[in-house]
Protein backbone atom coordinates (compact mmCIF):
# COMPACT_ATOMS: atom_id res chain seq x y z
CA UNK A 1 0.00 0.00 0.00
CA UNK A 2 1.49 3.64 -1.12
CA UNK A 3 0.81 6.33 1.40
CA UNK A 4 0.84 9.84 0.45
CA UNK A 5 2.99 12.09 2.58
CA UNK A 6 -0.29 14.23 3.84
CA UNK A 7 -1.23 10.56 5.27
CA UNK A 8 1.55 9.39 7.11
CA UNK A 9 1.80 10.65 10.48
CA UNK A 10 3.52 13.50 11.52
CA UNK A 11 5.87 14.12 14.60
CA UNK A 12 5.88 17.21 16.69
CA UNK A 13 8.82 18.40 18.58
CA UNK A 14 9.23 21.50 20.61
CA UNK A 15 12.98 22.50 20.39
CA UNK A 16 14.30 25.81 21.57
CA UNK A 17 17.37 27.04 19.56
CA UNK A 18 18.97 31.02 20.19
CA UNK A 19 16.96 31.15 23.10
CA UNK A 20 13.53 30.66 20.89
CA UNK A 21 10.87 27.90 21.12
CA UNK A 22 9.83 26.17 18.18
CA UNK A 23 7.76 23.81 16.92
CA UNK A 24 8.63 21.53 14.07
CA UNK A 25 6.27 19.14 12.63
CA UNK A 26 7.38 16.60 10.33
CA UNK A 27 8.08 12.89 9.50
CA UNK A 28 11.86 12.76 11.67
CA UNK A 29 11.58 11.18 15.06
CA UNK A 30 12.15 13.64 17.95
CA UNK A 31 15.45 12.54 18.88
CA UNK A 32 16.56 13.24 15.45
CA UNK A 33 14.84 17.24 15.17
CA UNK A 34 16.38 17.08 18.84
CA UNK A 35 19.62 16.99 17.57
CA UNK A 36 19.31 19.05 14.40
CA UNK A 37 18.00 21.97 16.83
CA UNK A 38 21.06 21.02 18.63
CA UNK A 39 23.50 21.24 16.03
CA UNK A 40 21.63 24.74 14.74
CA UNK A 41 21.55 26.45 18.16
CA UNK A 42 25.57 25.24 18.59
CA UNK A 43 26.41 26.50 15.16
CA UNK A 44 24.43 29.89 15.75
CA UNK A 45 26.41 30.61 19.59
CA UNK A 46 29.66 29.84 17.45
CA UNK A 47 28.92 32.37 15.10
CA UNK A 48 27.98 35.14 17.80
CA UNK A 49 31.02 34.46 19.87
CA UNK A 50 33.17 35.66 16.67
CA UNK A 51 30.78 38.04 15.28
CA UNK A 52 28.76 39.55 18.89
CA UNK A 53 27.44 42.71 16.68
CA UNK A 54 25.32 40.77 14.26
CA UNK A 55 21.55 40.66 14.76
CA UNK A 56 19.77 37.34 15.33
CA UNK A 57 18.29 37.79 11.80
CA UNK A 58 21.45 38.50 10.30
CA UNK A 59 23.44 35.38 12.73
CA UNK A 60 20.24 33.28 11.19
CA UNK A 61 21.28 33.96 7.37
CA UNK A 62 24.83 33.77 7.86
CA UNK A 63 24.34 30.10 10.01
CA UNK A 64 22.19 28.84 7.36
CA UNK A 65 24.89 30.22 4.47
CA UNK A 66 27.80 27.90 6.51
CA UNK A 67 25.23 25.27 6.93
CA UNK A 68 24.88 25.01 3.51
CA UNK A 69 28.13 25.57 2.77
CA UNK A 70 29.03 22.26 4.50
CA UNK A 71 26.15 20.61 3.20
CA UNK A 72 27.64 21.48 -0.89
CA UNK A 73 31.27 20.48 0.40
CA UNK A 74 30.03 17.17 2.09
CA UNK A 75 27.87 16.32 -1.42
CA UNK A 76 30.48 16.61 -3.29
CA UNK A 77 33.05 14.06 -1.50
CA UNK A 78 30.27 11.50 -1.46
CA UNK A 79 29.84 12.33 -5.24
CA UNK A 80 33.71 11.93 -5.61
CA UNK A 81 33.71 8.70 -3.17
CA UNK A 82 30.91 7.54 -4.91
CA UNK A 83 32.95 7.61 -8.39
CA UNK A 84 35.57 5.95 -6.91
CA UNK A 85 34.53 3.05 -5.51
CA UNK A 86 32.53 2.72 -9.21
CA UNK A 87 35.77 2.69 -10.56
CA UNK A 88 37.60 0.31 -8.47
CA UNK A 89 34.23 -1.97 -8.90
CA UNK A 90 34.64 -2.02 -13.18
CA UNK A 91 38.14 -2.48 -12.70
CA UNK A 92 37.50 -5.30 -10.34
CA UNK A 93 35.04 -6.64 -12.30
CA UNK A 94 37.48 -6.17 -15.57
CA UNK A 95 40.32 -7.94 -13.94
CA UNK A 96 38.58 -11.48 -13.15
CA UNK A 97 36.82 -11.74 -17.16
Not at 67 to 94: G, S, V
Request: without cysteine.
Amino acid sequence: MDVSQSEQPKNKTTVEIYNRSYTVIGEEDSRHVRMVASLVDQTMRDINEANPSLDTAKLAVLTAVNTMNDYLKLKEEYEDLMKDIEKLEKEDKNNHD
